[in-house]
């Protein structure tokens, strides 16, 4: 049992206790083969919830700075981040990506990129870019799209939190032909239509 198994064995129930987290729809999570794990974006708690909302180790790019911080960089390199550089080329962290959904991994993706406290996630469509979609594209792969809704968009201590699991998109339903950025673009966007849809069934 590695460092992440040992976490999540002991510390998830406990974390969905104090920080008051529901996991609707846990069942849609497939057991085996590597999907991307894709969610509207809150807050950096956002990958905690997700984490102990799903069975299996889900795997996040960070930002390369964080991994040159005293005892942070060894913490999320043991809970399986990998560097990205915002301020750079991220193509890399894109192979990386494709690599580790290939080998039958969890990547953890959120649609729109940057975070959104606060607003409706209806008003973020226009943010959306096509890097879920060509990681889809690449690796084959479903895609498990998810909503984090609490009050108001906004994260807060103790404030309930509730994730909503959907179906896996399957890869043919993205109806891929040859690739390019209009096709991962029109991915992506199928994908955060689908975490919209979460959030509009369930209230």
């Known amino acids: 049992m590695n460092f992440y198994e040992k976490a999540h064995k002991y510390l998830a129930k406990l974390i969905i ?22 969610a509207n974006h809150i807050s950096f708690f956002d990958v905690i919830v997700m984490a102990v909302a799903m069975q299996r180790q889900i795997r996040y790019m960070a930002k390369k700075e964080l991994f040159g911080i005293p005892i942070i960089g060894k913490l999320i390199t043991s809970l399986g981040a990998f560097p990205v550089d915002r301020k750079g080329n991220s ?4 192979r990386n990506s494709i690599k580790l959904l290939q080998s039958g991994e969890v990547v ?12 409706d996630v209806e008003t973020t469509r226009d943010a959306v870019k096509g890097g879920a979609g060509m990681a889809a594209y690449h690796a084959k792969v479903p895609v498990l799209p998810m909503y984090i809704k609490t009050k108001n968009s906004k994260t807060r201590l103790f404030r309930p939190i509730t994730i909503y699991v959907g179906k896996p ?9 040859k690739g390019g950025s ?4 029109q991915a992506s966007m199928l994908i955060f239509d689908r975490i919209v849809e979460l959030k509009q069934s369930h209230g």
Not at 109 to 119: D, E, I, K, L, Q
Not at 182 to 185: C, I, L, N, T
């Open 91 to 94: 193509a890399g962290s894109i």
């Open 169 to 177: 998109i399957s890869y043919d339903e993205f109806g891929f032909t």
């Open 182 to 185: 209009a096709e991962y673009q």
């Open 17 to 38: 206790k104090m920080f008051r987290i529901t996991v609707v729809g846990g069942e849609n999570e497939p057991s085996d083969g590597g999907y991307i794990a894709c």
């Open 108 to 119: 953890g993706m959120y649609p729109t990129g940057h975070r959104f406290a606060g607003v």
